[in-house]
C-alpha cells in the first residue's frame, strides 16, 4: 500500500520543542494536504500546497508551518506555539482539479503525536 | 461559513438491514460533496462522489439542495461495511489547484451479525 508514506508512525514531543512529521508521495500528484484528526471532530485542514515552493494556510494553521520544495515532500512542523499538538495528523495528495472536477485525495497511514 | 454536519457518532444496524448515514451541510454556492471511509486498519479512502452519481458497494448517496443533505444508504447492510464514514465538502472548482475539503464529524457504523 505505497504511494503516500508518512514517518515516524508514533511521535512524542516534549512542550516547548518543535517537531517536524514527514510526508512523501510517489504518485506525481502536485497537491498535497496536511489535517489534523481528533476524537469527535473529524479532520481539519492545517496547511495545504497546490505545487512546489507555494502553500496556504488552511483553518488551523496557527502553531503550524510547512514547507514544498520538492512535488514528492510535505514536510509538517508542529512548533511550541502550538497549543494542544497532541493529535492524529494525516497527509494527503491530490492531482488537483483536471477533467472538471476534482480528483480524489490520497491518504498517508498518519502519525500520532504526543506530548509528554 | 461551510460547515459538514454529521449529526450520529455512532451507528449500530444489523447484517442485512437498510443503513443510512445522515449528512447535512452549509454552503453558500454549488458545492462537491463526498463521501470518505476508513476500515479498521486501513487508510482513509474516498467512497463516492455526488458529481458521479455512481453506486459503490452498494452504497449511493443524493444530493439535497433543498435540504442541503447528503445521506449515504445502503439497502442491505454487510458485515465488511462497518468502518468510519466521514462526509465531506469542497467549494467551487478551481482550475489545476487544491481542494479544500470540509469534513464532517464522522460516524463509525457497526454491523452486526
Known amino acids: 500500500d505505497g504511494g503516500i508514506t508518512q514517518s515516524p508512525k508514533y511521535l512524542f514531543r516534549k512542550e516547548g520543542q518543535n517537531v517536524t512529521l514527514s510526508c512523501e508521495q510517489n504518485?506525481?500528484?502536485?497537491?498535497m494536504y496536511w489535517y489534523r484528526q481528533d476524537p469527535g471532530q473529524g479532520l481539519r485542514l492545517i496547511y495545504y500546497?497546490?505545487?512546489?515552493?507555494?502553500?496556504q494556510k488552511g483553518d488551523i494553521a496557527e502553531g503550524y508551518s510547512v514547507s514544498r520544495e520538492k512535488k514528492e515532500s510535505f514536510p509538517l512542523t508542529v512548533t511550541s506555539a502550538q497549543k494542544n499538538p497532541t493529535a492524529f495528523y494525516l497527509c494527503a495528495s491530490s492531482t488537483g482539479a483536471l477533467g472538471g472536477y476534482y480528483n480524489e485525495q490520497f491518504f498517508g497511514p498518519g502519525t500520532r503525536l504526543t506530548v509528554l | 461559513a461551510q460547515r459538514v454536519t454529521q449529526p450520529e457518532k455512532l451507528l449500530s444496524v444489523f447484517k442485512g438491514a437498510p443503513v443510512e448515514l445522515k449528512c447535512n451541510y452549509s454552503?453558500?454556492?454549488?458545492?462537491?460533496l463526498f463521501w470518505y471511509v476508513q476500515y479498521s486498519r486501513q487508510r482513509l479512502q474516498l467512497l463516492l462522489r455526488?458529481?458521479s452519481r455512481e453506486s459503490i458497494k452498494g452504497f449511493t448517496a443524493d444530493l439535497n439542495k433543498g435540504e442541503t443533505s447528503f445521506h449515504l444508504k445502503k439497502p442491505f447492510a454487510q458485515e465488511e461495511d462497518s468502518a468510519m464514514y466521514y462526509c465531506a465538502l469542497s467549494g467551487p472548482l478551481i482550475i489545476q489547484g487544491a481542494q479544500k475539503l470540509v469534513f464532517g464529524q464522522g460516524t463509525r457504523l457497526t454491523i452486526n451479525p
Open positions: 454552503y453558500s454556492g454549488s458545492p462537491e
Open positions: 500546497s497546490q505545487i512546489v515552493n507555494d502553500f
Open positions: 504518485l506525481n500528484h502536485d497537491a
Open positions: 455526488h458529481i
